[in-house]
């Protein structure tokens, strides 16, 4: 009798992944048709777009990695990183103009105000999310999921009102210290040297943080107590200290983050992190949450999947559309494969 039940189910799991697989690859072939055919209309227009996606990635996987780190050892959407990006940015402003007087023009001093103003908002929000950790989440371990998903909610409020209460209602600005000047020029296409900082900056961060979590002690403690806390505990490792670890680093790449985005968009706003955060999520989710190389895959992915609906000119959607497909994106990942692009299926316990 169970063979007779399970043979037609698992026929059934058999057909539904293939009907599925095959509509996915229609949509693949008309994407790579549609991208290969503004190519060929546009290819100096299609690069430069190409390298616009590249650099807004970048910025992207700061955040996704914040959001993929604390979920790998939790199993916690912090839904309040995204607002600590936010206060990121603020804290780059802040520390730039205030404390250290940055402007345009002051030249190669600009480089080590950059410097001291990236450790400073790095401290600043990585003190700020342990803090978090400390006050909201740790009373909250094991309580039900819900409990901390609420929390982290109403956490991002919080911050959010923390940011209007001290920046106001309306955008502050950077100043625009970032040079203009190109790297390179060839065949129309341009790429200028502010594209190139945020790549810079970002790429050492992110194979500062794999070798972290790869290779040293700390590392090894964040990985065991991902597994397993009660293990991790028994093996001498301090799971407290090892998940407020995870927070602080988490929120160092918030602070990269937002003085990235502070110095290349120049404008930051008290409810943009609550925004940007969701993209980077998706991102995570797309590469597959929990793991590190795998957020980088989808924060790539997903600013190009920005760039080329923002920037390409034969039969795009247009910028008004870009937060629909990134969340439609989202939608499709959790339906058809929730563990996401490069993570692994896992078997629920029963």
């Known amino acids: 009798m ?3 039940v399970s043979a037609p189910t698992l026929a059934t799991r058999v057909k539904r992944p293939s009907l599925i697989g095959g509509l996915g690859l229609l949509f693949v072939i008309a994407l790579l048709v ?3 055919i503004n190519f060929a209309k546009t ?7 190409f390298l616009i996606g590249i650099t807004t990635g970048c910025v992207y996987a700061l955040v996704a990695l914040g959001y993929t780190l604390v979920y ?6 912090n839904f309040a990183h995204g607002d600590v990006f936010m206060l990121g940015g603020m804290f780059t402003i802040t520390f730039a103009t205030h404390l250290f007087g940055l402007h345009h023009g002051q030249g190669s001093v600009t480089v080590l105000i950059v410097f001291a103003t990236l450790l400073l908002s790095m401290l600043a929000c990585g003190v700020l999310n342990a803090t978090i950790e400390f006050v909201a989440y740790r009373p909250l371990r094991g309580a039900p999921r819900l409990a901390p998903l609420i929390t982290a909610i109403g956490v991002s409020f919080i911050i959010e ?7 106001g209602p309306n955008y502050i600005t950077a100043p625009d210290v970032f040079p203009h000047s190109a790297v390179f020029s060839a065949g129309g296409v341009t790429y200028t040297w502010n594209k190139l900082i945020v790549v810079i900056i970002t790429v050492p961060v992110l194979l500062g943080l794999l070798w972290l979590v790869q290779e040293t002690r700390q590392g090894k403690a964040m990985r065991a107590t991902a597994q397993d806390k009660d293990a991790a505990a028994i093996m001498g490792i301090n799971v407290n200290r090892t998940i407020s670890f995870t927070f602080l680093i988490a929120g160092f790449l918030a602070g990269a983050a937002g003085l990235l985005y502070a110095l290349y968009v120049t404008t930051v706003r008290f409810d943009q992190g609550f925004q940007l955060g969701l993209i980077a999520f998706t991102a995570a989710v797309l590469g597959g949450i929990g793991n590190l190389p795998g957020a980088v895959l989808g924060a790539v992915l997903i600013g190009l999947i920005q760039a080329f609906n923002e920037g390409l000119n034969w039969h795009s959607p247009g910028s008004d559309w870009t937060e629909t497909i990134v969340f439609s994106i989202l ?11 490069l993570g692994e299926k896992t078997p629920e316990g029963g």
């Open 2 to 4: 169970a063979a007779d």
């Open 72 to 77: 790998g050892i939790l199993e916690l959407i």
């Open 34 to 36: 549609w991208l290969a």
């Open 43 to 49: 290819p100096s227009d299609f690069i430069s777009v």
């Open 161 to 167: 009102d923390v940011g209007l209460a001290w920046k």
């Open 331 to 341: 939608i499709l990942i959790l339906v058809f494969r929730p563990e996401g692009l």
